[in-house]
Nanobody, 125 residues
Framework: VQLQASGGGLVQAGGSLRLSCAASRRTFSSYAVGWFRQAPGKEREFVAAISWSGGSTYYADSVKGRFTISRDNAKNTVYLQMNSLKPEDTAVYYC???????????????????WGQGTQVTVSS
């Protein structure tokens, strides 16, 4: 499956962005999806994850209460709504997917099989 991440940009602190992860495969509804990010000079870190049905989600503590992950399986797309953005949210954001089982979501990058190309999010202070 091919993933296309989009929606990044430059925003002031306190602002909002919505990232999208569009998949090429119509069976995308069977895939669990995660968002990760990598800031310059830092390792890639987990941001949020969602089960194949959308019924289960999980967030990193650093974004909990500010970011919301959701999906529209009819559109083969997963979203990451980012509110109250902070300069420390600046990073390249990647979406990743893997076949999901039951209501599981996945937190580790090595659990995912497919990755999008990344979209840059820059938050100015």
């Amino acid at each position: 499956v091919q993933l296309q991440a989009s929606g990044g940009g430059l925003v002031q602190a306190g602002g909002s962005l919505r990232l999208s992860c569009a998949a090429s495969r119509r069976t995308f509804s069977s895939y669990a999806v995660g968002w990760f990010r990598q800031a310059p000079g830092k390792e890639r870190e987990f941001v949020a994850a969602i089960s194949w049905s959308g019924g289960s989600t999980y967030y990193a503590d650093s974004v909990k209460g500010r970011f919301t992950i959701s999906r529209d399986n009819a559109k083969n797309t997963v979203y990451l709504q980012m509110n109250s953005l902070k300069p420390e949210d600046t990073a390249v954001y990647y979406c990743a997917a893997r076949v999901g089982y039951s209501g599981s979501y996945y937190l580790l990058d090595n659990e995912y099989d497919y990755w999008g190309q990344g979209t840059q999010v820059t938050v100015s202070s």
